[in-house]
């Protein structure tokens, strides 16, 4: 290995061996409300988040969009706030929102300069307590949730590609189907489904308050308890836990659209660091998402995009932090006169020359080095630090699992990522699409 590459290698494990975890502090009100508090003095800022454990993952198949659907409304109006006036008031302030909703959780989040703490946690607790879910709001609002559905996916063909193929990839969980819902349903939702999803899951037991910045346990506790602990408990819902286990069989597909260039995608149902039966299993699974894909050393980029020049493009990656079971996913564009045969086949090749054979000792420390860097960036912005404690919580995972990530690479063995190779990358967990552009005209 080049002398320079080594001495960054071990920059990077002595940092994150011997750095100071930033101190947290978790207690929890009396109504269930679990609280998690960031202190990162570098600036005078603070991040504000809510999540709550509700995904489109725990839609009814019925019901497909609504988690998304009801985060709109989230910032329509309550009691006291008019429709968009959540929003205008953060910026009188300096400050900025947002939200997202994803497969395992809906989150939303306020940015300020630290002394406008107060206003975030009123603002966000008069939701909870006021929300109000107008008719003709919902119905306004729908539509501009189908547009969005209209111009990201079914009017690109790539996207509508993967849509189609995930709902192949993933049997028999919640996350077959999109998160923006299915067109047909989405457009059946009806005002009383969201008001019914705000009063299942949006309870103060469901639900995780990061805050993260240049704050005190002993200032936010007071705060907290003043806007927050009054709202009542309510009811917990149940999420049971969902699996592709047994595995469902080899799947195909082959979907015809208008895309430009063909594309191969190919997914394994694998565990994820919640379902698995071994925590090892996450992280040998994460190694070998960067053995394959992680930079242009990494096999798949210096083997078949530059060394064969089967693909335009290709690349792999591990999605190990859900709820339920995690996806290893395989996606490439082969070039002009390459099949989409022959490059599946090269790809399986690449599994199974690591399922035969360990990968080097160097090999294993650069894509630690490289999977541990991104770790690192992540975690240096005060966004990023409460993204990922209000993810592990939601998850329900320990945050400290993030102290521990470092260690927990380090004990994966090149025996580890070739077992996991073997073990879960196999035909019989796989779904495997051939995107073809149709004929035109």
Same mark, same amino acid.
């Given at each position: 290995?080049?002398?320079?590459?080594?001495?960054?290698?071990?920059?990077?494990?002595?940092?994150?061996?011997?750095?100071?975890?930033?101190?947290?502090?978790?207690?929890?009100?009396?109504?269930?409300?679990?609280?998690?508090?960031?202190?990162?003095?570098?600036?005078?800022?603070?991040?504000?988040?809510?999540?709550?454990?509700?995904?489109?993952?725990?839609?009814?198949?019925?019901?497909?969009?609504?988690?998304?659907?009801?985060?709109?409304?989230?910032?329509?109006?309550?009691?006291?706030?008019?429709?968009?006036?959540?929003?205008?008031?953060?910026?009188?302030?300096?400050?900025?929102?947002?939200?997202?909703?994803?497969?395992?959780?809906?989150?939303?989040?306020?940015?300020?300069?630290?002394?406008?703490?107060?206003?975030?946690?009123?603002?966000?607790?008069?939701?909870?307590?006021?929300?109000?879910?107008?008719?003709?709001?919902?119905?306004?609002?729908?539509?501009?949730?189908?547009?969005?559905?209209?111009?990201?996916?079914?009017?690109?063909?790539?996207?509508?590609?993967?849509?189609?193929?995930?709902?192949?990839?993933?049997?028999?969980? =919640?996350? %077959?189907?999109? !998160? @923006?819902?299915?067109?047909?349903?989405? /457009? #059946?939702?009806? *005002?009383?489904?969201? &008001?019914?999803?705000?009063?299942?899951?949006?309870?103060? =037991?469901? %639900?995780?308050? !990061? @805050?993260?910045?240049?704050?005190?346990? /002993? #200032?936010?506790? *007071?705060?907290?308890? &003043?806007?927050?602990?009054?709202?009542?408990?309510?009811?917990?819902?149940?999420?049971?836990?969902?699996?592709?286990?047994?595995?469902?069989?080899?799947?195909?597909?082959?979907?015809?659209?208008?895309?430009?260039?063909?594309?191969?995608?190919?997914?394994?149902?694998?565990?994820?660091?919640?379902?698995?039966?071994?925590?090892?299993?996450?992280?040998?699974?994460?190694?070998?998402?960067?053995?394959?894909?992680?930079?242009?050393?990494?096999?798949?980029?210096?083997?078949?995009?530059?060394?064969?020049?089967?693909?335009?493009?290709?690349?792999?990656?591990?999605?190990?932090?859900?709820?339920?079971?995690?996806?290893?996913?395989?996606?490439?564009?082969?070039?002009?006169?390459?099949?989409?045969?022959?490059?599946?086949?090269?790809?399986?090749?690449?599994?199974?020359?690591?399922?035969?054979?360990?990968?080097?000792?160097?090999?294993?420390?650069?894509?630690?080095?490289?999977?541990?860097?991104?770790?690192?960036?992540?975690?240096?912005?005060?966004?990023?630090?409460?993204?990922?404690?209000?993810?592990?919580?939601?998850?329900?995972?320990?945050?400290?699992?993030?102290?521990?990530?470092?260690?927990?690479?380090?004990?994966?063995?090149?025996?580890?990522?070739?077992?996991?190779?073997?073990?879960?990358?196999?035909?019989?967990?796989?779904?495997?699409?051939?995107?073809?552009?149709?004929?035109?005209?």
């Amino acid at each position: 290995m080049h002398k320079l590459v080594v001495i960054t290698l071990a920059l990077l494990f002595s940092v994150a061996a011997n750095a100071q975890p930033p101190a947290t502090h978790a207690f929890q009100l009396d109504n269930g409300l679990k609280v998690l508090v960031r202190e990162d003095h570098r600036a005078p800022v603070v991040t504000v988040m809510v999540w709550f454990k509700a995904g489109s993952f725990d839609e009814a198949p019925y019901e497909t969009g609504l988690a998304h659907l009801l985060e709109h409304m989230m910032f329509k109006g309550t009691e006291h706030l008019g429709p968009g006036e959540f929003s205008r008031l953060v910026a009188r302030f300096g400050g900025s929102d947002n939200a997202f909703t994803s497969y395992d959780y809906t989150a939303y989040f306020q940015q300020y300069e630290v002394s406008r703490l107060p206003l975030a946690l009123e603002l966000e607790s008069e939701r909870l307590k006021n929300l109000k879910i107008d008719d003709q709001a919902f119905k306004k609002e729908l539509q501009v949730v189908m547009e969005e559905r209209r111009q990201r996916t079914d009017d690109n063909p790539n996207a509508l590609a993967w849509e189609k193929f995930q709902a192949v990839a993933r049997p028999g969980t =919640g996350y %077959a189907h999109p !998160v @923006i819902g299915w067109s047909n349903l989405l /457009a #059946q939702l009806q *005002p009383e489904q969201a &008001r019914s999803w705000f009063k299942r899951f949006y309870v103060p =037991g469901n %639900a995780t308050l !990061v @805050i993260a910045g240049d704050v005190t346990e /002993a #200032q936010v506790k *007071p705060l907290v308890n &003043r806007f927050f602990a009054g709202l009542p408990a309510g009811d917990t819902p149940p999420r049971p836990r969902q699996a592709v286990n047994p595995p469902a069989g080899e799947r195909r597909m082959t979907l015809h659209l208008p895309v430009k260039v063909p594309a191969l995608y190919m997914m394994y149902n694998v565990p994820s660091l919640t379902t698995a039966e071994e925590k090892k299993t996450f992280y040998a699974l994460t190694l070998l998402g960067g053995v394959l894909d992680g930079g242009l050393s990494a096999r798949i980029e210096s083997r078949l995009v530059r060394g064969q020049r089967l693909a335009a493009g290709a690349g792999a990656g591990y999605d190990g932090l859900n709820r339920g079971d995690g996806a290893f996913t395989l996606t490439a564009s082969p070039n002009p006169g390459v099949s989409l045969d022959r490059l599946e086949a090269a790809l399986k090749e690449q599994i199974q020359q690591l399922a035969q054979t360990p990968p080097s000792e160097a090999e294993m420390d650069r894509v630690r080095a490289g999977v541990l860097a991104d770790q690192i960036y992540q975690r240096d912005s005060v966004m990023g630090q409460a993204m990922e404690l209000g993810m592990l919580s939601t998850l329900g995972l320990d945050w400290r699992l993030s102290e521990q990530f470092s260690e927990n690479l380090e004990a994966v063995t090149p025996e580890d990522v070739r077992d996991a190779a073997r073990r879960w990358l196999v035909a019989e967990r796989s779904a495997v699409a051939h995107v073809i552009p149709e004929e035109q005209p």
